[in-house]
């Protein structure tokens, strides 16, 4: 049976008019993912066009994409003839404004998360094993023969750094690190890039982490850490919610802290939850039972519920599901 980034090597050298979409509120696995497949299309002389709903956060802006990132479909130069759909869980991943005209689009579903249905109408290549979907696409690199180096290097080496934890998660695997070490073998100033991507904060930001900081709760005899952000927050701090990116795992740093849950606003009476943990606790199994998904050790969900319930629901389900001790309803600092 032929390798998946074989099979879709194949794919891409008999294609043409691409769309490459990735998740709403994209972080560096996404952009990184989105940027490195446009090169590698650019390679292989495809006409090809970005698109995410939500553009590109500020804090990526420095990433080497090889065209403009497009937010509508509307916006699109030519009519696609094919969709890649990459770091997606589901069909509903990339946003409400492009499932339509996705689904009327043949695609290809290149993810790595548990529980994907498989909606690639013409291909799925699925594995929940690997670390990140930019390791996936550095594999089709490597399939139709070119270098992990230059603006494709930086894209794929972002992607591994961003859902790996810069090397430190469970999910830092043996094929992980050889990928990084040959980005790195042929020419990626590390540190560079490091500093682009680490030291870019703004000042509002920093103010918003240090309000969070302060205002953190733990519950279950602080094994779970709790953060509920109004907008309001974030908006006295002049930041926005694209700043609140890697909060949900800078609260597991806590000593004794094996869950974290950060828990936003999302529209008039929604909320958007964040999971993470380590080792064998499964937050994904606690996304699920409120149609959520992701990975075990990084989760979400999105709930019609304000973000005081919709956190109050979650830290019971979370007690529950992993068998915690104490109680979850007596927060304390």
């Given amino acids: 049976m032929q390798e998946p980034q074989a099979r879709i090597a194949a794919l891409l050298r008999d294609a043409d008019d691409i769309l490459i979409t990735t998740h709403a509120n994209p972080d560096g696995d996404a952009i990184g993912s989105l940027g490195a497949m446009g090169h590698v299309l650019t390679t292989l002389g495809k006409r090809f066009c970005l698109c995410n709903v939500s553009g590109v956060p500020s804090h990526l802006s420095w990433v080497p994409l090889p ?15 094919l969709a890649i759909v990459l770091d997606c869980g589901d069909e509903k991943r990339p946003g409400e404004a492009l499932r339509a005209p996705l689904a009327s ?4 579903n290149i993810d790595h998360h548990q529980g994907n249905p498989l909606f690639g109408t013409v291909d799925n290549w699925v594995e929940p094993q690997r670390a990140a979907t930019g390791e996936m696409v550095a594999e089709i690199a490597l399939a139709l023969g070119q270098p992990l180096a230059g603006a494709l290097g930086e894209c794929l080496y972002l992607a591994l750094v961003s859902d790996t934890g810069s090397f430190s998660f469970g999910n830092t695997s043996a094929r992980v690190l050889s990928l990084a070490a040959e980005i790195v073998g042929n020419g990626l100033d590390v540190a560079a890039l490091t500093e682009r991507h680490d030291n870019q904060w703004s000042f509002a930001r920093m103010q918003l982490w240090g309000r969070l900081m302060q205002e953190m709760r733990l519950a279950f005899d602080g094994t779970v850490a709790i953060s509920v952000i109004p907008d309001a927050l974030i908006e006295s701090c002049g930041a926005r919610r694209a700043d609140l990116e890697g909060w949900a795992s800078q609260m597991r740093k806590v000593r004794g802290v094996r869950v974290s849950v950060m828990v936003r606003g999302n529209g008039p009476e929604g909320s958007k939850v964040s999971l993470r943990s380590t080792g064998p606790d499964d937050v994904r199994a606690v996304a699920a039972r409120f149609g959520g998904g992701g990975h075990r050790n990084a989760a979400g969900v999105e ?17 529950e599901q992993l068998g915690l001790d104490g109680d979850g309803a007596s927060l304390y600092v």
């Fill in 67 to 81: 065209g403009q990132v497009y937010t509508s479909f509307e916006e699109l130069p030519f009519q696609p003839r």
């Fill in 105 to 108: 689009l043949p695609s290809v």
């Fill in 303 to 319: 709930m019609p519920l304000p973000p005081e319930e919709a956190s109050r629901q979650v830290v019971a389900a979370l007690g």
